[in-house]
């Protein structure tokens, strides 16, 4: 088969060559089977090296023909890589030499070892049979129970770290980094709660980040929260079924400073959507500072239901310095136009070149559309029965540009009691008003399931 490549060759396949094609591709699909090795037979090493790896195969001829034992590959290192090829062969040697005999024997018999210390016997009682994250620093609030065995720097990590824990029976407590407190749970009861947290009925659903700060939010803690929330979100088949494309590829957007909240508006209609009980719009309009919004489910996307919302809004929150939306007919039109001078606000519209200048509501709109799509399934009739729960997630979801906060806290000033506090059992420090010099003797209370309360403090 060689000759037909040559240069000039006329390409004929005859028979000859159909055999040798045969014969080769009979010789590439069979798999080298590797055998036991015969300790009476001599042994052979082949190796080969690279600029990048070596490689060796250790095996035996059985009648003429080469039989593998064990193969064996290593990639090579900065400094390896100047190796000759002298030493890069006595490299994939020694490398073989220092594999483990594949044909020893894994399951040697140990003695189990039945003695337990008299101290473990006062330590503290599991509920389930896997140990928890924080056991070792339960036991050492509780009854001054180290690990024995741990190393210099070992001690000092626990040391450092077992100070920001205490004990108040039955619970674990941790001072965060936020100086807040929250309780340390484990095992299936924080399963429960990051699920609650993520797929619950007012809950989103929402990324593993957002998700994780929730849980914070609720007053609890644990070591792998992000880790934990990120399969979540990895396994949830609505997540990536509904997941949006990053937008990391877009021209960087340049921020509106507000000063005040509902300072600036943005208005923009959602649509058309599946009739669901004769609404086939979504009217949002959003606050540009807290990030708070206003959702109305409507029939129709004219002038006359915008102005209508508009002097609802203006009754509750007062008027706006400005409303910001794009050039639709439902806004560009004389009855909008009239109801703005009326009210002395000024109405400020993105154009082609700089579409970014409407992007928070734009955000809004996706992050309405994605917790529908995610909480509403296949019954896309029921979406104006779920908007008033898609609403309460996203005003309690945390907002990275206003500082860790939710619109609902930013708005009133304290965090939302929502559905997945309930079955779980949360103590708050209450303050109260009280001086600096008194607070940190101040007691906890114990705050009794299904009730709240709110965190107060003065300077």
Same mark, same amino acid.
């Given at each position: ?9 006329? $390409? @004929?396949? #005859? ?9 080769? +591709?009979?010789?590439? =699909? %069979? ?102 994250? $924080? @056991?070792? #620093? ?9 690990? +024995?065995?741990?190393? =210099? %720097? ?103 400073? @507000? ?201």
């Amino acid at each position: 088969m060689t000759h037909l490549l040559e240069k000039n060759a006329l $390409f @004929v396949f #005859f028979d000859d060559c159909i055999q040798a094609f045969r014969t080769l +591709k009979e010789k590439l =699909t %069979q798999a080298s089977i590797l055998i036991a090795p015969d300790w009476d037979k001599p042994f052979e090493l082949m190796c080969d090296a690279s600029d990048f790896d070596v490689k060796a195969v250790l095996g035996q001829r059985i009648e003429k023909h080469f039989r593998p034992i064990y193969y064996a590959s290593k990639t090579m290192i900065e400094a390896e890589a100047n190796y000759t090829t002298r030493e890069g062969n006595a490299s994939s040697t020694d490398h073989l030499s220092r594999l483990k005999n594949p044909y020893e024997n894994v399951f040697d018999p140990k003695e189990i070892n039945e003695f337990f210390p008299l101290e473990t016997i006062s330590k503290l009682a599991h509920h389930d049979q896997s140990t928890s994250w $924080f @056991v070792d #620093f339960a036991n050492y609030h509780a009854g001054k129970f180290i690990i +024995k065995g741990m190393s =210099t %720097q070992q001690k000092n990590k626990f040391f450092k770290d077992v100070k920001h824990y205490f004990w108040d029976d039955p619970y674990l407590f941790k001072t965060c980094a936020d100086q807040v407190i929250r309780r340390c749970v484990a095992g299936q009861e924080a399963s429960n709660i990051l699920t609650t947290c993520h797929s619950g009925p007012t809950e989103g659903p929402y990324g593993a980040n957002y998700t994780a700060k929730k849980v914070f939010d609720l007053g609890f803690y644990w070591s792998t929260i992000y880790k934990d929330a990120f399969e979540l979100v990895k396994n949830c088949d609505s997540c990536q079924r509904q997941g949006k494309i990053s937008q990391k590829d877009e021209m960087p957007k340049k921020a509106i400073q @507000v000063c005040e909240i509902f300072y600036i508006w943005g208005i923009d209609f959602m649509g058309r959507f599946p009739n669901s009980k004769g609404n086939k719009y979504i009217l949002a309009v959003v606050d540009y500072l807290s990030k708070w919004v206003e959702a109305r489910a409507l029939p129709t996307n004219d002038a006359r239901v915008v102005v209508k919302i508009l002097k609802y809004l203006f009754s509750r929150s007062g008027t706006p310095k400005a409303i910001i939306s794009n050039r639709d007919t439902y806004i560009c039109n004389d009855q909008f136009t009239k109801v703005m001078s009326k009210y002395r606000v000024t109405h400020r519209l993105s154009t082609a070149y700089h579409p970014q200048t409407s992007g928070q509501v734009e955000v809004t709109n996706r992050g309405l559309k994605r917790i529908l799509e995610r909480t509403v399934g296949e019954n896309r009739a029921l979406w104006t029965d779920k908007l008033d729960d898609a609403l309460w997630a996203f005003r309690t979801a945390f907002k990275t540009p206003k500082g860790q906060l939710s619109s609902f806290e930013a708005l009133l000033g304290r965090g939302c009691t929502t559905d997945a506090s309930t079955p779980h059992r949360i103590k708050f420090l209450v303050f109260g008003y009280l001086s600096r010099s008194t607070r940190s003797s101040h007691p906890l209370i114990e705050i009794s399931q299904g009730k709240s309360i709110s965190l107060i403090s003065i300077a």
